[in-house]
């Protein structure tokens, strides 16, 4: 029989997403990316947000304030798949805390990982805003020492200039993000 969640646990591998082969060829308004953006052409403004670890609300260790590696030593944790810049922070975390790294489902977004967190998969490292999505449907978010930082882009395509549609968009999106924001 084949295991369901084998798609969910097999990494992939990194790809150029169709959005980052948009930018420099301006054909896009804006790109709103995951850092790093070395090779993007444009005007680009990186936010950075600190990302919290979700569980059921009636979890032992959501009594915690902040988690740590050794917290969650014994727990399944659900992940982003390897290459992710939050993946790679954890693996370094737990490394650096003598912890064997080792992911029971690897899923490629935020709000997959909360759902299966929802479901009693584990718990998860994800993004404040996804997070915040959750609340109220029985997960709770807690801080996570050593700091996991998500960095993304918004890119503005080209030299300029640019529409001010486009520019009251990112002005808006920046405002709605503050509050989240590092």
Same mark, same amino acid.
């Given at each position: 029989?084949?295991?369901?969640?084998?798609?969910?646990?097999?990494?992939?591998?990194?790809?150029?997403?169709?959005?980052? #082969?948009? /930018?420099?060829?301006?054909?896009?308004?804006?790109?709103? &990316?995951?850092?790093?953006?070395?090779?993007?052409?444009? $005007?680009?403004?990186?936010?950075?947000?600190?990302?919290? #670890?979700?569980?059921?609300?009636?979890?032992?260790?959501?009594?915690?304030?902040? %988690?740590?590696?050794?917290?969650?030593?014994?727990?399944? /944790?659900?992940?982003?798949?390897?290459?992710? =810049?939050?993946? $790679? $922070?954890?693996?370094?975390?737990?490394?650096?805390?003598? /912890?064997?790294?080792?992911? &029971?489902?690897?899923?490629?977004?935020?709000?997959?990982?909360?759902?299966?967190?929802?479901?009693?998969?584990?718990?998860?490292? &994800?993004?404040?805003?996804?997070? $915040?999505?959750?609340?109220? =449907?029985?997960?709770?978010?807690?801080?996570?020492?050593? =700091?996991?930082?998500?960095?993304?882009?918004?890119?503005?395509?080209?030299?300029?200039?640019?529409?001010? %549609?486009? =520019?009251?968009? &990112?002005?808006?999106?920046?405002?709605? %993000?503050?509050?989240?924001?590092?």
């Amino acid at each position: 029989m084949t295991d369901p969640l084998a798609l969910w646990r097999r990494p992939r591998s990194g790809c150029i997403h169709p959005v980052r #082969m948009m /930018i420099p060829s301006e054909q896009c308004d804006i790109a709103i &990316v995951e850092t790093p953006i070395d090779d993007l052409a444009g $005007q680009s403004e990186i936010l950075r947000f600190e990302c919290v #670890m979700v569980m059921p609300e009636q979890h032992p260790l959501a009594e915690y304030h902040t %988690l740590t590696p050794q917290l969650v030593a014994r727990e399944p /944790i659900v992940s982003l798949y390897r290459e992710h =810049q939050t993946t $790679q $922070q954890l693996e370094r975390a737990f490394f650096e805390a003598r /912890i064997p790294w080792d992911p &029971v489902i690897q899923s490629r977004l935020f709000a997959t990982s909360c759902e299966i967190v929802a479901t009693g998969g584990g718990l998860a490292i &994800v993004d404040p805003m996804t997070a $915040q999505g959750y609340l109220s =449907q029985g997960l709770v978010a807690r801080r996570f020492k050593p =700091q996991v930082v998500l960095e993304i882009a918004i890119t503005l395509p080209g030299e300029g200039p640019y529409s001010r %549609l486009a =520019q009251d968009f &990112v002005a808006r999106m920046k405002a709605e %993000l503050h509050p989240f924001s590092l």
